[in-house]
């Protein structure tokens, strides 16, 4: 049923709207406004919309806390349990990098997941309206190291988040902070548990793409492309310029990432062996979370890349 599921998110262009007691969000509506989501929180403006709901910014009506409000669409119950298992999995969690929920509440086809409201941008869209090449190589240390704590921090948990990508990254516009979000394909792995496919092809893991269970080997690889975007702005490779997704997958399991192209070139030496070892393609080969935040680049302020070293 899971994969089937994960088939129609890849693939399904529902939209979803929602009555607010608010006039500014009128146009949205298909709820009354007397229902427990609108009474508790006043939805404002619109953050982002998916394939299945809308996320919105609003505050608890309680004490005028600031929360962003998630809110899907759920004709079936399979979604339901989806933003039940979210909630489940994120109400346990608490880390500085991981967004923070606060409430769940359901309603007549649709669900809600409240979080602690951190920023409005992610990863991709800053990128895409200031740092179109990558983000400053200042900011690739501190934020790079904020991102595989949050992930370790998952990892220690035995829980496998499944769709690490530069869309479930949150950012700030000043390159201070990030959170990572959408918990909604996570699932803590349990003894004699494997896990389905799930989560954005595009990051999807070698072995996950040639039908394995997804593991925290396969949330390494969405790490490392997560951790190329952020430095080079774009990935090595997309789905959407491959003929299928057979020969997308061939080329994913047998062609190793190049860092040694000129826009890598002024980026720290260290940065791009985090990125290097999180895309190998035998997912053996590829360090835990924990490993990988023990680099001598985290430590070491001198490792720098320079041309002649890689030319």
């Not at 979803?16 to 969000?25: F, K, M, W």
């Not at 991709?124 to 934020?143: C, M």
């Not at 700030?172 to 699932?187: E, G």
């Not at 774009?234 to 047998?254: I, Q």
Request: proline share 4%; aromatic share 8%.
């Amino acid at each position: 049923m899971e994969s089937g599921l994960w088939r129609r998110r890849c693939l399904a262009k529902t939209q979803l709207t929602v009555l607010t007691d608010d006039a500014r969000n009128a146009e949205h509506g298909l709820l009354p406004a007397e229902n427990p989501l609108t009474t508790a929180y006043e939805l404002d403006k619109i953050l982002g919309r998916g394939s299945v709901g809308f996320v919105y910014r609003a505050r608890r009506r309680a004490d005028q806390r600031e929360v962003a409000v998630k809110i899907r669409h759920v004709p079936e119950a399979a979604v339901i349990q989806s933003c039940q298992q979210e909630f489940e999995v994120l109400k346990k969690l608490e880390h500085p990098h991981i967004i923070k929920v606060i409430d769940f509440v359901v309603l007549e086809g649709q669900a809600a997941l409240i979080f602690d409201f951190c920023c409005e941008g992610t990863l991709r869209s800053v990128l895409k309206q200031s740092w179109a090449a990558g983000l400053p190589v200042a900011s690739l240390k501190p934020l790079s190291q904020k991102l595989l704590d949050a992930v370790n921090y998952l990892h220690r948990r035995r829980i496998v988040h499944r769709d690490i990508k530069p869309e479930n990254i949150l950012l700030q516009d000043d390159l201070q902070n990030l959170w990572l979000a959408d918990f909604n394909t996570a699932c803590q792995l349990m003894s004699g548990w494997s896990l389905t496919m799930t989560g954005t092809l595009d990051y999807a893991a070698p072995e996950v793409l040639q039908g394995e269970s997804p593991s925290e080997k396969s949330d390494i690889w969405g790490l490392g492309l997560s951790l190329h975007f952020m430095a080079v702005g774009k990935l090595p490779r997309k789905l959407g310029h491959y003929a299928d997704l057979a020969s997308f997958a061939a080329a994913v399991a047998s062609k190793e990432v190049n860092l040694q192209t000129q826009e890598w070139q002024e980026v720290p030496l260290g940065y791009c062996d985090i990125v290097a070892q999180c895309l190998r393609l035998d997912k053996t080969l590829r360090p835990a979370s924990m490993l990988l935040l023990e680099s001598p680049w985290f430590r070491d302020h001198s490792l720098k890349r320079a041309v002649s070293e890689t030319s």
